[in-house]
């Protein structure tokens, strides 16, 4: 893992066509911008680890016979 | 196409009902091509199943038979790029944890499953709205359907 240091204003290029730019640092807060393609999808990172928890979560792991009681429902 | 699941044993699905994921699902990046079927004829409830690992089954639901109020949006570009249009609707579903019991399974609200039935093609979006969860109860009141929709929604 690669570990910078930046301020306010510097960036930071990833690849040809990415780039995070540190706008503000405030307290214990950093506001980053971040320039990429549409088609590079960006998450908050504890979004998408609780996205991963929930699917790992979600994998039914049990026999099917407990979702018996969904079958009244129409 | 015959597959093997842990949990059905070895099922007949038809390419009809195959769904690319292209990128897999956020945890599981390998895992391509699922098999979506509906749980029971009608149900609000769909089962997606790995082609691939017959370990990976998923209960999904229907969650617009549970919140009528659901409602995210789906950026312009992919909606171009997808090819959705009121013809080919995006089928949105949402995916179950089950818990001890069925009174206490959730829906991940925040990460809705998209699919496009004509190309099948599908995607687990991540949606940003504060009012929804990861762990949102399916059946707050008990288990049974809500009743007709409501005149209005709370909005996104």
Known sequence: MLVLTRKPGEKIFIGDNMSLTVVEVKGDSVRIAVDAPREVKIYRGEIYEAIIAENKAAVIAGDMKQLDGLKKLK | ?156
């Open chain 2, 1 to 156: 196409m015959i597959i093997k699941t842990t949990r059905f044993g070895e099922i007949e699905v038809p390419e009809e009902c195959i769904i690319l994921f292209e990128g897999g699902l956020p945890g599981f990046p390998g895992e391509t091509e699922f098999a979506l079927f509906p749980y029971e004829k009608d149900s609000p409830f769909s089962i997606m199943q790995a082609i691939v690992n017959p370990d990976l089954t998923f209960l999904l639901a229907d969650p617009y038979r549970f919140y009528n109020d659901y409602m995210f949006e789906l950026d312009d570009q992919m909606a171009i790029d997808w090819g959705f249009s009121t013809e080919n609707p995006p089928h949105v579903y949402t995916v179950a944890t089950l818990k001890d019991t069925l009174e206490q399974m959730t829906v991940n609200l925040l990460a809705p499953i998209v699919v496009n039935w004509v190309t099948r093609i599908g995607a687990q979006l991540i949606i940003d709205n504060k009012h929804y969860s990861v762990q949102q109860l399916l059946f707050p009141e008990g288990i049974k359907m809500k009743p007709a929709p409501k005149e209005t929604g709370r909005g996104g």
